[in-house]
């Protein structure tokens, strides 16, 4: 259901899942249904429409779950801190990284749009994550990432964090010119890196 989008009747199916199942037993297939999306995605059989909707159904399921899964502490495999660098607003491809990252039961500390090097610096320094993630959707935007991760050079925090970087206008190529640990095509390949760098 999560795979497919299904997302108004999710909610009643898995109320009635909790009657009988573990609610990490049904998060489990959850966090299945959306690595199913992420496939599809990849392959080229899912638009990001269909990948959006998947997301959405996944976040609606959870909610009913939440209750149950505060009862149990969850184990994280990792705290990711995100954002989408200055001078951009644009949101959904770190979304669906966020999303996808929850599901993998990461930690997510999402600090929004239109982040300064000043603004990550603070949260690595409060929160200290293993990764922080850089989106960015324009060309423009992009140049963004270098000085971010200069700043953080600067501010001594490099050797503490793993930085990853994403969006349309970025490749490989520019990820590695800049100074980034790694870099991803979409959200299941950034779950894949992210996982990578932990280890």
Same mark, same amino acid.
């Given at each position: *259901?999560?795979?497919?989008?299904? /997302?108004?009747?999710?909610?009643?199916?898995?109320?009635?899942?909790?009657?009988?199942?573990?609610?990490?037993?049904?998060?489990?297939? /959850?966090?299945?249904?959306?690595?199913?999306?992420?496939?599809?995605?990849?392959?080229?059989?899912?638009?990001?429409?269909?990948?959006?909707?998947?997301?959405?159904?996944?976040?609606?399921?959870?909610?009913?779950?939440?209750?149950?899964?505060?009862?149990?502490?969850?184990?994280?495999?990792?705290?990711?801190?995100?954002?989408?660098?200055?001078?951009?607003?644009?949101?959904?491809?770190?979304?669906?990284?966020?999303?996808?990252?929850?599901?993998?039961?990461?930690?997510?500390?999402?600090?929004?749009?239109?982040?300064?090097?000043?603004?990550?610096?603070?949260?690595?320094?409060?929160?200290?994550?293993?990764?922080?993630?850089?989106?960015?959707?324009?060309?423009?935007? *992009? /140049?963004? *990432?270098?000085?971010?991760?200069?700043?953080?050079?600067?501010?001594?925090?490099?050797?503490?964090?793993?930085?990853?970087?994403?969006?349309?206008?970025?490749?490989?190529?520019?990820?590695?010119?800049?100074?980034?640990?790694?870099?991803?095509?979409?959200?299941?390949?950034?779950?894949?890196?992210?996982?990578?760098?932990?280890?």
């Amino acid at each position: *259901m999560v795979a497919d989008g299904e /997302l108004y009747t999710i909610e009643d199916v898995v109320s009635q899942a909790l009657k009988a199942r573990e609610a990490f037993d049904i998060l489990d297939e /959850l966090i299945a249904g959306l690595q199913l999306a992420g496939d599809r995605f990849q392959k080229g059989e899912y638009f990001v429409v269909d990948m959006l909707q998947a997301s959405e159904t996944f976040k609606e399921a959870v909610e009913v779950l939440k209750p149950k899964l505060g009862e149990r502490k969850t184990d994280y495999v990792g705290k990711f801190l995100i954002g989408t660098v200055k001078g951009d607003i644009h949101d959904i491809g770190k979304n669906l990284v966020s999303i996808m990252l929850e599901g993998a039961r990461f930690e997510v500390i999402d600090l929004g749009i239109d982040i300064s090097a000043d603004q990550f610096i603070k949260a690595i320094k409060k929160y200290e994550p293993q990764i922080v993630g850089l989106s960015a959707l324009l060309t423009t935007t *992009m /140049l963004e *990432m270098e000085g971010i991760i200069k700043a953080i050079g600067e501010a001594n925090l490099r050797n503490k964090v793993k930085i990853m970087v994403g969006g349309a206008p970025v490749s490989e190529r520019y990820a590695s010119s800049i100074g980034a640990d790694s870099y991803s095509n979409d959200a299941s390949e950034a779950v894949e890196k992210a996982i990578g760098l932990l280890k």
